[in-house]
């Protein structure tokens, strides 16, 4: 039986394929959050005086979502899963599909990267606020929490669909479900509690423009969401076999 001691786990988070991972996360979540972030600058550039809830804006940001996250999760599912965000992690955690301490590396490498995305976007783009998730009037933090949660659950659900070894490796229809799924949670919550649904990008975007106004919502709501998705698939739906810890997708048991 292999050794699942807290040392080990952590000697396995730092081997050359562990930070292969890392580096996988931290490419594509950038590239992520510099073009969600990016589009949402460039529709105040070519639209000056929109708002949040505008109809363009809110197609705006679904479409870059879509394309950004789809093109994100296929050129890093074949090293890291492709988690491209913290609750996706966080629920490939609780499963049981990577261990902690390599969760804990995912989550910095995530931060980090969006991060550094708002702050190049801030610093070149002259003259542009780097925007930052915010909830609508009319809805409370605790509202917010539960949409943020629930479309977070449909967005896991749909990565661990697609990564699922029975239905093959999360391939460019996996990687553009996963994409559709989330333009779709900004169409629907946009306008309401901003359809951030990850809370590396609203973390990212909070740190440069220096508001951290409700900042809880992206955090408690997706983080359960991301749990309950995990929990739901693995055990009620598709019951797992095996786990490779570092992509984050499960093997086949080879006798």
């Known amino acids: 039986m292999a050794p699942t001691s807290?040392?080990?786990?952590?000697?396995?988070?730092?081997?050359?394929?562990?930070?292969?991972?890392?580096?996988?996360?931290?490419?594509?979540?950038?590239?992520?959050?510099?073009?969600?972030?990016?589009?949402?600058?460039?529709?105040?550039?070519?639209?000056?005086g929109i708002t949040t809830a505008d109809l363009s804006s809110l197609l705006v940001a679904a479409i870059a979502n879509a394309f950004a996250l789809a093109s994100a999760v296929y050129i890093a599912?074949?090293?890291?899963?492709?988690?491209?965000?913290?609750?996706?992690?966080?629920?490939?955690?609780?499963?049981?599909?990577?261990?902690?301490?390599?969760?804990?590396?995912?989550?910095?490498?995530?931060?980090?990267?969006?991060?550094?995305?708002?702050?190049?976007?801030?610093?070149?783009?002259?003259?542009?606020?780097?925007?930052?998730?915010?909830?609508?009037?009319?809805?409370?933090?605790?509202?917010?929490?539960?949409?943020?949660?629930?479309?977070?659950?449909?967005?896991?659900?749909?990565?661990?669909?697609?990564?699922?070894?029975?239905?093959?490796?999360?391939?460019?229809?996996?990687?553009?479900m996963i994409g559709l799924i989330a333009g779709a949670n900004v169409l629907a919550a946009g306008p309401f509690s901003g359809g951030s649904v990850n809370p590396a990008c609203a973390f990212g975007s909070a740190i440069v423009a220096g508001s951290f106004k409700n900042q809880a919502v992206y955090w408690v709501g997706p983080l359960i969401g991301a749990a309950l998705a995990g929990i739901v698939h693995d055990n009620v739906v598709f019951p797992i076999e095996n786990v490779d810890s570092f992509r984050g997708v499960s093997e086949a048991v080879i006798a």
């Open 6 to 48: 807290l040392a080990f786990r952590c000697r396995q988070s730092i081997t050359p394929t562990a930070i292969r991972s890392y580096v996988a996360e931290f490419i594509s979540t950038f590239f992520y959050v510099f073009s969600v972030v990016g589009a949402s600058m460039a529709s105040q550039k070519y639209m000056p």
């Open 77 to 176: 599912a074949n090293i890291s899963g492709g988690h491209v965000n913290p609750a996706v992690t966080f629920g490939m955690a609780v499963g049981g599909h990577v261990s902690v301490p390599t969760a804990l590396f995912y989550w910095f490498a995530q931060m980090l990267a969006s991060v550094m995305a708002c702050i190049i976007l801030r610093a070149t783009i002259v003259g542009q606020h780097v925007p930052s998730y915010a909830i609508a009037d009319e809805m409370t933090g605790f509202g917010a929490s539960v949409v943020e949660g629930v479309l977070t659950f449909a967005l896991v659900y749909t990565v661990f669909a697609a990564s699922n070894p029975r239905r093959g490796p999360c391939n460019a229809i996996g990687a553009v």
